[in-house]
């Protein structure tokens, strides 16, 4: 199959996971990740900065007193990106985005783990019906067949809410309340298995149309970027998160303050909840006096309902603080708002250049 045949509908199945990572638990020893715990975080960027969150290298923000946080795209190596000093062990996040115009541009709200679990939110910067949804699973990418898309109002005009609602049993991808995909964890195998261990959450624009990108990168993301047209901004406008530290919220430890991995097998049940004193002061570092406890015998969460359980409030302060597919994508098919692709000989090609830069922006 060549690859000027497949639409960027068909590519939609294929986004690249970031697959990055600066310590893998399932290969080596690495330091504990330290916990967002029994606090539930509100950050409301019309306000400003917030020290949940680090700029990763070359990232400067701008802060808006009714946008909120402001991504700018100037140049093909642009790629603003914030990842948070703290990781949720399941849980839900509820970001308020608008996201960058522009073709090539992505707008990217992802959640990965240190052994490259991921769940992301993508938008293509041209396309203004859909948001991207995609998973992955200990970075496997021998397979692109777990990419969706969704219809969404607008969404470089318009805030929306966008939520990753996370429990070891389902996962959903939720937009303005309603529920617009589900995984449940038994019928992910193999590559495409659950997402499972603790994640952090990264925030980001970066621009897929570069000239220099894969061919396929280039189709996903609508074409070249054009910088006459730019300067391309996305609004992060505010951001909730609950920690369900391995529950759904009622089970748990409720004190948990970091994450350790208790062997190399990458299974949620596996992770050690500390609980106790911490001397953690950012990501990366170990742990103080604590007490683990292993999270296999938590109760299974219970499913959504379809609507999230903790919308985002959508009156927020104003203060001031300077797709059509084609039959030449021959095995694609449609399931809902899913679309799997066979498409899997160009995996590659898709995982070069495209993501690399927003992924290399993440590195912490």
Request: charged share 20%; proline share 3%.
């Amino acid at each position: 199959m060549q690859i000027k045949t497949l639409t960027a509908l068909a590519f939609a199945s294929l986004v690249s996971a970031q697959t990055y990572t600066d310590c893998d638990p399932t290969k080596k020893t690495c330091p504990n990740d330290k916990a967002v715990g029994k606090e539930i975080i509100n950050i409301d960027f019309t306000k400003g900065a917030d020290s949940f969150f680090k700029n990763m290298v070359g990232t400067t923000l701008q802060y808006d007193n009714k946008l909120g946080a402001v991504y700018t795209i100037k140049k093909e190596t642009d790629a603003p990106t914030v990842a948070s000093s703290r990781y949720i062990f399941f849980g839900q996040v509820d970001v308020t985005v608008r996201a960058a115009f522009g073709k090539g541009v992505v707008t990217s709200f992802v959640l990965q783990s240190d052994d490259l679990d991921e769940i992301d939110w993508e938008w293509i910067g041209s396309d203004t019906t859909q948001v991207q949804t995609n998973y992955f699973s200990k970075g496997c990418t021998e397979t692109y067949d777990r990419g969706g898309f969704s219809t969404v109002a607008n969404p470089q005009n318009e805030f929306h809410t966008y939520t990753i609602k996370w429990t070891p049993t389902q996962l959903d991808w939720i937009i303005d309340g309603a529920v617009v995909r589900t995984l449940k964890a038994a019928d992910a195998k193999g590559c495409a298995g659950f997402p499972q261990t603790p994640m952090q959450i990264k925030l980001g624009t970066w621009v897929a149309g570069r000239k220099d990108a894969a061919q396929g990168t280039i189709e996903w993301a609508g074409g070249i970027t054009d910088f006459n047209e730019g300067p391309f901004m996305g609004y992060y406008q505010s951001i909730k998160i609950q920690d369900f530290m391995g529950g759904d919220g009622t089970t748990g430890a409720k004190d948990a303050t970091e994450y350790q991995y208790g062997d190399k097998s990458g299974t949620w049940q596996s992770i050690k909840v500390l609980t106790g004193t911490s001397t953690t002061e950012d990501v990366g570092t170990k742990s103080g006096s604590s007490t683990a406890t292993t999270l296999s015998a938590v109760p299974s969460a219970s499913s959504t309902s379809g609507s999230s359980s903790l919308p985002i409030d959508s009156t927020l302060n104003n203060n001031n603080n300077g797709s059509s597919s084609t039959s030449d994508a021959t095995e694609a098919t449609k399931s809902g708002n899913v679309v799997t692709g066979g498409a899997g000989k160009l995996a590659m090609s898709i995982a070069s250049l495209g993501a690399a830069l927003f992924a290399g922006a993440m590195l912490l």
